[in-house]
T-cell receptor, first 115, second 112 residues
Framework: DSGVTQTPKHLITATGQRVTLRCSPR?????VYWYQQSLDQGLQFLIQ???????AKGNILERFSAQQFPDLHSELNLSSLELGDSALYFC??????????????FGEGSRLTVL | DQQVKQNSPSLSVQEGRISILNCDYT??????FLWYKKYPAEGPTFLIS?????DKNEDGRFTVFLNKSAKHLSLHIVPSQPGDSAVYFC???????????FGTGTRLTVIP
């Protein structure tokens, strides 16, 4: 158990809909990262928050948005869903953001299926 | 553009033998390279890393080799055990960077 909690674990929805994925980081971790893993793809970095503020942005679509709340939990909002958005979405947390030491802990992921 | 590439989607080895997983990268600015292991229904977990100033790092049965001139790294697992069966992701980052760039993963199956 990494200590990072993601909900829901599975979600099935239709095209055009909007969903929210939730992440609770490890206790004490200030940084939250969101990654997307599509079929046969590596983990693609979407966005990072640090203590409530956006710190870095990756290949995140304009239809997607995220935020980190004062209690440090984070939500990833996906709107106007398309079939291609079907993927495993991972949240990860880090206390210092020093990624080179392997100090990045992943949740179990939220599997989104868009029909 | 995939900056970290794992060209072998899968690998099968016999228990007790050596497993060699390969990874190539294109960005010469990467300073650190990491391997993550992922079991089904779990998130990736950190396995081992190497700095670009080294060419080898060893941790028990796991050794990572880095060839900077070839922009290539490999993970050796000796001896392989059935519990090593998982998907292995190679990742890379730069000093102070806010992102890890991941490869597409290699599924290792260790046959008892």
């Amino acid at each position: 158990d990494s200590g990072v909690t993601q909900t829901p674990k599975h979600l099935i929805t239709a095209t055009g809909q909007r969903v929210t994925l939730r992440c609770s980081p490890r206790s004490g971790d200030l940084s939250v990262y969101w990654y997307q893993q599509s079929l046969d793809q590596g983990l693609q970095f979407l966005i990072q928050y640090y203590n409530g503020e956006e710190r870095a942005k990756g290949n995140i679509l304009e239809r997607f948005s995220a935020q980190q709340f004062p209690d440090l939990h984070s939500e990833l909002n996906l709107s106007s869903l398309e079939l291609g958005d079907s993927a495993l979405y991972f949240c990860a947390s880090s206390v210092s953001g020093r990624l080179n030491t392997g100090e990045l802990f992943f949740g179990e992921g939220s599997r989104l299926t868009v029909l | 553009d995939q900056q970290v590439k794992q060209n072998s989607p899968s690998l099968s080895v016999q228990e007790g033998r050596i497993s060699i997983l390969n990874c190539d990268y294109t960005n010469s600015m990467f300073d650190y390279f990491l391997w993550y292991k992922k079991y089904p229904a779990e998130g990736p977990t950190f396995l081992i890393s190497i700095s670009s100033i080294k060419d080898k790092n060893e941790d028990g049965r796991f050794t990572v080799f880095l060839n900077k001139s070839a922009k290539h790294l490999s993970l050796h697992i000796v001896p392989s055990q059935p519990g090593d069966s998982a998907v292995y992701f190679c990742a890379a980052t730069g000093e102070g960077a806010n992102n890890l760039f991941f490869g597409t993963g290699t599924r290792l199956t260790v046959i008892p």
